[in-house]
């Protein structure tokens, strides 16, 4: 037995057979990954270009308590992130507690009664529901007389221009891009692609305010989605941008305007961006955007390297192993509900934090069906570290993104075949 397939038998039981396809696999994939390692090249120069010019020093990492007033950490984190993303502003918050929490105030800061909100790329992510209206709930933007509207994809999952064409009329003030897929087997929208898009909307209402769900999405590819015309891009900081250090927080860049009704809405009509305490987590959320670009890339291999195991195996994955990247999620349709589970408890058991749990699928405020969740993560629920999750409906898909190490994200992938084989549901 080779030396190295004697630690993952030992450490994680398993099989030699299994160790042998996972080096078939790695020895066709030397080309994706120089192409990640080149990725987090380009977005480690962008970062610290952006840190430069920013003059960052010790003394941003001090942090403030109380109500937050002359903040210069707080400040200057933004500028970086302003300057990253192409934006005139950014706001970047641990008080914004999800992504979900950051596309809320993006909408309802920048939306007024009357005004129609539009997503001219199909259904949205699944916590989008509440925030709409389309699911009823108190706050919910119907509640305060905004109106929205949806163009579905085409067969094809090609952007339906006639309807969007359509769709905008004099009410729409918003529209809403999602670049990755969320819960959803329809492709993620590469830069190139929401540029297209971004541009034919504005051949038709110029004015509109376009805004992208950047989840997932960041340092993934080289361009971000201001620069294909966006007015606005929001995030999570438990994914990409927090590169797995930043303890919570969100953020939200964009014009200047954008940037301003958002930041009224996170605080107060009046106090805007000028107050919240940044506490003692600064340093975390410099650090954790240092070292974002190559978490990406980390988790990027992860993604091609299993959705090449399962290709191989026979499954469906989305994206394919050989398509384009625009995001960091990889699905592998799984089939049953025991396959999920099991692919969720190879993934748990091959964590630093909680690898003797055993996941379950259960409801989750915001989400129509039970999930199953495997995370096993220094900061809870970051999806920027190892884990894989899943509605518990059919096709099955199970969601698998994030690794702060590829070598981690390998042997995760590794125990998910183990587990897997273990339950009888494949052979290898
Ligand atoms: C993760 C995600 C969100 C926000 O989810 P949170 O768990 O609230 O951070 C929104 N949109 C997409 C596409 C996502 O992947």
Sequence with gaps: MKFDHKIYTETLGIDERIC????????????????????????????????????????????????????????????????????????????????????NLALSGNLRPGDELLSPAGALYDTMDQIIGIRDCPGSLKEYGISYRQVDLLQDNGFDFDGIKKALNEKTKLVTIQRSRGYSSRPSFTIDKIEELIRYIRSIKPDVTIMVDNCYGEFVEEREPIEAGADMVVGSLIKNPGGSLAPCGGYIAGTKRCVENAAYRLTSPGLGKETGASLSSMKSFFQGLFMAPVVVASALKGAVFAASCYEKLGFKTFPASTDKRTDIIQAVELKTAEA?????????????????????????????????????AFVQGASIELSADGPMREPYNVYFQGGITWPHVKAGIMNTLQALKDGGILEI
Excluded at 350 to 374: L, Q, R
Aim: charged share 25%; net charge negative.
């Design 340 to 376: 999920l589970l099991k692919f969720c408890e190879g993934i748990q058991e091959a964590s630093p934090v909680d690898s003797f749990v055993t996941p379950v699928a259960d409801d989750m405020p915001g989400y129509e069906s039970k999930v199953v969740m495997a995370a096993g």
């Design 20 to 103: 042998e396809f996972s080096d078939e696999i790695i020895s066709g994939l030397a080309d994706r990954f120089a192409q990640a390692d080149r990725m987090a090249e380009m977005g480690q120069l962008k970062v610290l270009s952006a840190f430069k010019r920013a003059k960052i020093s010790d003394s941003h990492f001090t942090g403030t308590t109380g109500y937050g007033y002359d903040d210069i950490g707080r400040d200057a984190l933004e500028a970086v992130y302003a300057d990253i993303f192409k934006a005139e502003d950014a706001l970047v918050r641990p008080q914004i507690v999800s992504g979900t929490h950051a596309i």
